[in-house]
């Protein structure tokens, strides 16, 4: 019965010791728990950074897209280079068999334009000062033979006016009606007048005609490509613009040409109507001339006709 008790107090002793050691044990780690939980809170972001540092090399994927306008230039670049290639010339290889014919013609009638004005000017400028040189020469003659003398044997309009009026002096010979020899000499003048007009407009109906009708001609053209550049579209399935644009560049290459054929034609027919119609008046004034010392011959020839009948009569 004593070893009980003992036993008590030996299980109590141990339980208080044990209750002791505890309470120390926690009063040692009480403090120690605030750091270890700060010590474990920075783990989680470093789990949680792990992804965000795998995560960190998606930037990178935008790569392809930087490669992406490299790719892209291509076609911008085969674009420009398309639209390099249509030049006039590559439009015209181009072109449909009859836009081709209709763009060559147009052209043709340019060449044509340029080719009467570079004559005309020479002509005009020549016969004007030819002409104008001529009235110099027989602005002091006193009859016909002079002047003709005065000219020599030029083969001008004033020369071939005053042939006829000598030539009309001398076939009317022995007629006493000299208003009957004026009016034949001026029909003769007439028609030389009329002749050097039909002369020196010669390749001005071919300027009103390639001005008249180039630009129509260049029209045609352009509803011909244009209605090709619509059979293409339907044919293609597509309204992309790259598909109608060719054609359609085509076609108003045909209306330029023709009023680059057409334009020119029409300035220049202006410009010779004007410089032709001064001429003209310079043929006129030489008519004139010619009239002129014809009718002083006959007044002559009437005069020493006169004086001889008189000498008769006073013998």
Do not use: C
């Not at 290889?93 to 340029?114: Q, Y």
């Not at 005009?124 to 033979?145: C, F, V």
């Not at 009239?291 to 009948?309: A, C, E, I, K, N």
């Amino acid at each position: 019965m004593q070893f009980r008790p003992l036993l008590g107090r030996g299980m109590n002793k141990s339980l208080s010791r044990a209750a002791y050691s505890g309470i120390v044990a926690l009063a040692i780690f009480s403090p120690a728990l605030p750091s270890l939980a700060q010590q474990a809170t920075p783990q989680t972001p470093a789990v949680t950074q792990a992804p965000t540092a795998q995560a960190a090399p998606a930037p990178a994927a935008p790569a392809p897209h930087a490669i992406a306008p490299v790719d892209g230039a291509r076609p911008l670049k085969t674009a420009a280079a398309g639209l390099r290639e249509l030049s006039p010339w590559s439009m015209f290889l181009s072109a449909d068999v009859l836009v081709k014919a209709v763009m060559i013609g147009l052209a043709f009638a340019s060449l044509v334009t340029w080719t009467i004005f570079i004559a005309k000017m020479i002509e005009l400028s020549l016969a004007q000062r030819k002409l104008r040189a001529a009235l110099g020469k027989i602005s002091d003659a006193r009859s016909l033979a002079e002047a003709q003398f005065a000219l020599g044997a030029r083969g001008s309009v004033l020369s071939a006016l005053l042939s006829a009026a000598m030539r009309e002096a001398r076939l009317s010979a022995g007629i006493s009606s000299d208003n009957g020899i004026k009016e034949r000499a001026a029909s003769s003048f007439a028609e030389i007048v009329r002749a050097e007009a039909r002369r020196i407009r010669l390749g001005m109906g071919l300027l009103a005609t390639i001005g008249a009708t180039s630009p129509f001609v260049g029209l045609f053209g352009t509803v011909w490509g244009i209605m090709n550049s619509f059979i293409g579209i339907s044919k293609s399935q597509t309204t992309n613009l790259a598909v109608v644009a060719p054609g359609i560049a085509e076609a108003l290459l045909a209306t330029a040409m023709g009023l680059v054929a057409a334009i020119p034609a029409v300035i220049i027919y202006n410009h010779f109507s004007r410089v032709t119609k001064g001429y003209l008046e310079l043929v006129g004034r030489s008519s004139g001339a010619a009239g002129r010392l014809l009718s002083r011959d006959l007044d002559r020839t009437y005069v020493s006709s006169l004086g001889t009948t008189h000498s008769h009569a006073a013998e």
